[in-house]
């Protein structure tokens, strides 16, 4: 910027200072300000940044317990809505499991003969898409329904059977909802089926009970991602100011507010890092906590379930959100804070 | 090198930090700068590192009108000036050959590609042998030494101090402003901010003499 008699670079291509006699009018002294901005070499930016990497990381170390104590903050901000997105993974799988299990239960005609009802039977035996069958008839029914219900002297009062026969189909399993669907329509309007119901409402329920989940997983991780960014960047204004006089001398000599603002995004970084493992660990933690239980109540239910832990995917996608989070709240917080550091005109 | 025009600077509050001041100092001239303080020695170096603009008037330095300097060029442009401090504002939290090496990293340069030109800065300075050392470990006049070797490590046309021997005895005093006077004697400008007349005037160069935001007085004394 200023006239130089000489230029004094080992490698004088990249770091060119700008050369006096072309840089007289502003717009070509920007230019070359700019090309110097961009100008370092791939030496240069890779020693800078693991420098400033590990140097960051130093400074975190240097105070255990607050550095600890920060994680800890974003940890359970991360831990909270990543144990709902898996409740609400786990939910869908057992809705997945027992989806494949539904029944058609079809109401005969009381006046059905028994071989027509022998028909249907066989159709039903062999139709591809049924698995099992089972035939209630309507004494079998009713005395089930008076073991069951002690409405004994109610059905006597009637004087005759009120309840029809039914046939039980289980279908294949892996079909999908329309293909259940066809099904109980193909038997809906056979002879001397009156109704037809597919045993389906209480999966719905769950659909929409894990809809809802996942619904208020999501507004919850909005809110606590912008308490991570919150912490995060006040940690970071904290440091800026304890740094006042360092980050004073550096912009005197020369630094520019990226030279400046360099560490303090690593710390972020590292901060945000730090909670997404810390958060895995405390998913872990409630897991196994949890195992136990969840499997003793599958078995009460004749279910082979087991819960899911965090996969790949969510153990990624918490350690790019943590780096994400934590590079976006120190910038957040820098851009305010170093820049009214020194005064400015 | 360093122009100025007519250039008042008013604080808010109506505090006069300069008051219609010009001056010139040529590309290779050394000078002093004196004043009691609150004269307007600290503002006018301020208005040449571009730490606050003047009320009016206008400021040349290196040929470049400040004025017109866009806010992301200052850091650009205060790589070409040397800034040595009162109270020497080195860095403890790392090595001599750090705080020294601070410019030449800044300006793009890897810790090994400095090495070089911070031993040749602390050389001329007269530390070569505590560069691994922390400034904390030196004695005042050695943390000032660190600080003039930091100024000139990337070898800046031009030199500013404030007040440099401010905390310093006679005789260290003197040493500094010797190395003020070897750096003018290999081409580099300098203007040395110093309320200390008695030193000032030992040293007959050209000095310039503030009060209370006037320039009350330009003398050659070569």
Same mark, same amino acid.
């Given at each position: 910027?200023?006239?130089?008699?000489?230029?004094?670079?080992?490698?004088?291509?990249?770091k060119?200072?700008?050369?006096p006699?072309?840089?007289?009018?502003?717009?070509?002294?920007?230019?070359?300000?700019?090309?110097?901005?961009?100008?370092?070499?791939?030496?240069?930016l890779?020693s800078?940044?693991r420098q400033?990497?590990?140097?960051?990381?130093?400074?975190?170390?240097k105070?255990?317990?607050?550095?600890?104590?920060?994680?800890?903050?974003?940890?359970?901000?991360?831990?909270?809505?990543?144990?709902?997105?898996?409740l609400?993974?786990?939910?869908?799988?057992?809705?997945?499991?027992?989806?494949?299990?539904?029944?058609?239960s079809?109401y005969?005609d009381?006046?059905?003969?028994?071989?027509?009802?022998?028909?249907?039977?066989?159709e039903?035996?062999d139709?591809?898409?049924?698995?099992?069958?089972l035939?209630?008839?309507?004494?079998?029914?009713l @005395?089930?329904?008076? #073991?069951?219900?002690?409405? =004994?002297?109610v059905?006597?009062?009637?004087? +005759?059977?009120? !309840? /029809?026969?039914?046939?039980?189909?289980t279908?294949?399993?892996?079909?999908?909802?329309?293909?259940?669907?066809?099904?109980?329509?193909k038997?809906?309007?056979?002879?001397?089926v009156m109704e037809?119901?597919?045993?389906?409402e209480?999966?719905?329920?769950?659909?929409s009970?894990?809809?809802?989940?996942e619904?208020?997983t999501?507004?919850?991780?909005?809110?606590?991602g912008?308490?991570?960014?919150?912490?995060?960047g006040?940690t970071?204004?904290?440091?800026?100011? @304890?740094?006042r006089? #360092?980050?004073k001398?550096? =912009?005197?000599?020369?630094?520019?507010?990226g +030279?400046?603002t !360099? /560490?303090?995004?690593?710390?972020?970084?590292?901060?945000?890092l730090?909670?997404a493992?810390?958060?895995?660990?405390?998913?872990?933690?409630?897991?196994?906590?949890?195992v136990?239980?969840?499997l003793?109540?599958?078995?009460?239910y004749?279910?082979?379930?087991?819960?899911?832990?965090?996969?790949?995917?969510?153990?990624?996608?918490?350690?790019?959100?943590?780096?994400?989070?934590?590079?976006?709240?120190?910038?957040?917080?820098c851009?305010?804070?170093?820049?009214?550091?020194?005064?400015?005109p | 090198?360093?122009?100025?025009d007519?250039?008042t600077?008013?604080?808010?509050?109506?505090?006069?930090?300069?008051?219609?001041?010009?001056?010139?100092?040529?590309?290779?001239?050394?000078?002093?700068?004196?004043?009691?303080?609150?004269?307007?020695k600290?503002?006018?170096?301020?208005?040449?590192m571009?730490?606050?603009?003047?009320?009016?008037?206008?400021?040349?330095?290196?040929?470049?009108?400040?004025?017109k300097?866009?806010r992301?060029q200052?850091?650009?442009?205060?790589?070409?000036?040397?800034?040595v401090f009162?109270?020497?504002?080195?860095?403890?939290?790392?090595?001599?050959?750090?705080?020294?090496?601070?410019?030449?990293?800044?300006?793009?340069?890897?810790?090994h590609?400095?090495?070089?030109?911070?031993?040749?800065?602390?050389?001329?300075v007269?530390?070569?042998d505590k560069?691994k050392?922390?400034?904390?470990?030196?004695?005042?006049?050695?943390?000032?030494r660190?600080?003039l070797?930091?100024?000139?490590?990337?070898?800046?046309?031009?030199?500013l101090?404030?007040?440099?021997?401010?905390?310093l005895?006679?005789?260290l005093?003197?040493?500094?402003?010797?190395?003020?006077?070897?750096?003018?004697?290999v081409?580099?400008?300098?203007?040395?901010?110093?309320?200390?007349?008695?030193?000032?005037?030992?040293?007959?160069?050209r000095?310039?003499?503030?009060?209370q935001?006037?320039?009350?007085?330009?003398?050659?004394?070569?």
């Open positions: 910027m200023f006239p130089r008699k000489s230029v004094r670079n080992k490698d004088g291509s990249q060119k200072r700008s050369e006699t072309a840089a007289k009018d502003a717009e070509a002294e920007r230019g070359a300000a700019r090309k110097k901005a961009t100008g370092f070499s791939m030496a240069y890779k800078l940044h400033v990497a590990v140097d960051s990381l130093r400074r975190i170390f105070t255990p317990f607050a550095s600890f104590l920060n994680c800890l903050m974003i940890a359970v901000a991360f831990a909270l809505p990543a144990i709902l997105v898996l609400s993974n786990n939910l869908q799988s057992l809705g997945h499991e027992w989806e494949g299990q539904p029944r058609i079809l005969l009381n006046k059905l003969e028994r071989d027509e009802v022998n028909r249907l039977k066989v039903a035996r139709d591809p898409d049924i698995d099992q069958f035939y209630i008839s309507p004494d079998e029914g @005395s089930d329904f008076q #073991e069951r219900a002690r409405m =004994k002297g059905i006597d009062a009637l004087g +005759f059977n009120p !309840l /029809p026969g039914v046939l039980e189909l279908p294949r399993n892996g079909l999908s909802a329309e293909q259940l669907n066809e099904l109980l329509r038997y809906r309007v056979k002879e001397g037809a119901l597919l045993d389906q209480w999966i719905k329920r769950l659909e009970m894990t809809q809802l989940l619904r208020f999501l507004i919850l991780s909005v809110l606590l912008i308490i991570v960014l919150l912490t995060i006040n970071v204004r904290l440091s800026v100011e @304890s740094r006089a #360092e980050i001398v550096i =912009k005197l000599v020369g630094g520019t507010d +030279f400046v !360099l /560490p303090f995004l690593y710390m972020g970084m590292w901060y945000g730090g909670g493992l810390l958060a895995l660990l405390i998913i872990l933690g409630v897991l196994a906590g949890l136990s239980e969840v003793e109540l599958a078995a009460l004749g279910s082979s379930y087991t819960p899911q832990g965090p996969g790949f995917s969510m153990f990624f996608s918490l350690l790019a959100s943590g780096i994400f989070l934590g590079v976006a709240g120190a910038a957040l917080s851009y305010r804070h170093v820049r009214t550091i020194e005064e400015r | 090198m360093i122009r100025f007519n250039v600077k008013r604080y808010p509050g109506g505090h006069v930090g300069l008051e219609q001041t010009s001056f010139h100092l040529h590309r290779g001239e050394i000078a002093f700068l004196t004043g009691h303080s609150g004269a307007g600290s503002t006018l170096l301020k208005l040449i571009l730490m606050e603009q003047p009320t009016s008037g206008s400021i040349w330095v290196g040929g470049h009108d400040t004025s300097l866009k992301g200052i850091p650009y442009f205060r790589r070409n000036i040397g800034l009162q109270d020497h504002q080195l860095l403890f939290d790392r090595s001599v050959f750090d705080n020294v090496a601070l410019p030449l990293i800044i300006a793009g340069n890897t810790h590609e400095c090495a070089g030109r911070v031993r040749a800065a602390l050389d001329i007269g530390l070569l560069e050392m922390n400034p904390a470990q030196l004695s005042g006049g050695q943390q000032q660190v600080g070797a930091r100024a000139v490590v990337n070898r800046p046309p031009l030199i101090a404030d007040e440099p021997t401010g905390n005895d006679p005789n005093s003197a040493e500094i402003m010797q190395l003020f006077e070897s750096f003018n004697q081409g580099v400008t300098v203007l040395v901010a110093s309320h200390d007349l008695a030193l000032v005037a030992r040293m007959r160069h000095i310039l003499t503030l009060d935001g006037h320039l009350v007085n330009d003398q050659e004394v070569r």
